[in-house]
């Protein structure tokens, strides 16, 4: 029954994907070795989505020889609110947040690349200290066809250890 419950939890499974504007929590573990570990909680919220013509005009804001997406793909932008918080003392871990913790996939399972050029500022690669909150961009390149696909955020992808499943997000 426990099980049913989780998979029907906003963002823990793709078939039950969050949308935009939905926090989702999560705990990381952070330590090395046989060292104590300490516990963080996480909260991630995709906040905005923008595709195709509005994301390819975000991009060249930011980098105005940015091309146009290849035949048969549109580029996606995500806006992503990222929270780190010890759970107790002494909380002095760091977690290397970065883009590549971030993924995007078609609801088919296939991975999406990263868009070849840099996202708008402020970007997803920072040390997170307790307390720390940032919102930044991440940039894929979807098919054209594709109306759901998703975003998905694993910290192991990082180094960390991530407590449960990825969070899962809807990316439109």
Do not use: N
Request: hydrophobic share 40%; charged share 20%; net charge negative.
């Amino acid at each position: 029954m426990l099980e049913a419950a989780s998979a029907q939890t906003p963002g823990a499974t793709p078939s039950s994907a969050a949308p935009a504007g939905v926090p989702i929590a999560g705990i990381l573990e952070c330590g090395e070795g046989y060292t104590s570990h300490e516990l963080y909680d996480v909260t991630i919220t995709l906040e905005e989505v923008l595709r195709g013509d509005e994301a390819l005009r975000r991009l060249r804001a930011a980098a105005p020889h940015t091309p146009e997406a290849p035949p048969g793909l549109d580029y996606v932008l995500a806006r992503v609110r990222f929270e780190y918080r010890a759970r107790g003392f002494p909380g002095t871990c760091v977690h290397p947040l970065a883009p590549e913790q971030f993924t995007a996939y078609s609801r088919e399972g296939e991975a999406y690349a990263a868009a070849p050029v840099p996202p708008p500022e402020p970007g997803m690669r920072r040390e997170m200290k307790t307390g720390d909150a940032v919102t930044g961009w991440l940039a894929y390149l979807v098919a054209e066809t594709d109306r759901s696909p998703l975003l998905s955020f694993a910290a192991d992808r990082g180094g960390a250890v991530q407590h449960g499943e990825p969070k899962w997000f809807l990316l439109r």
